[in-house]
Nanobody
């Protein structure tokens, strides 16, 4: 049984910061990348940030320089530090335990999703 439990969402004023956490159980990070995605009302779910098997990261252009993804394999936890938040960052944020990759060191999303945590940024 795979379970991803997210926390850290909430209401914050523009310019503020939040840190999201996602703790995984029933699965380990070996051979997997991890990612954060978000979905705003009326919008497609989009990739925000990902950390690959080798520790490399990538970000959506809209969050570069403001968000940082990190992982702690010993704790089976992935984090998303969000700084300088903007109104347009308002969305439900989901974590994903990526596909197990035989080759490669990147990230590819799987069907393992967290329940989502709401981030609301007031203008």
């Amino acid at each position: 049984q795979v379970q991803l439990v997210e926390s850290g969402g909430g209401l914050v004023q523009a310019g503020g910061s939040l840190r999201l956490s996602c703790v995984a159980s029933g699965i380990n990070f070996s051979g997997r990348g991890m990612g954060w995605h978000r979905q705003a009302p009326g919008k497609q779910r989009e990739l925000v940030a990902a950390i690959g098997i080798g520790g490399g990261t990538n970000y959506a252009d809209s969050v570069k320089g403001r968000f940082t993804i990190s992982g702690d394999s010993a704790k089976n936890t992935v984090y998303l530090q969000m700084n300088s938040l903007r109104f347009e960052d308002t969305a439900v944020y989901y974590c994903n335990a990526g596909r197990r990759l035989i080759g490669g060191t990147g990230y590819s999303p799987s069907d393992y999703w967290g329940q989502g945590t709401q981030v609301t940024v007031s203008s």
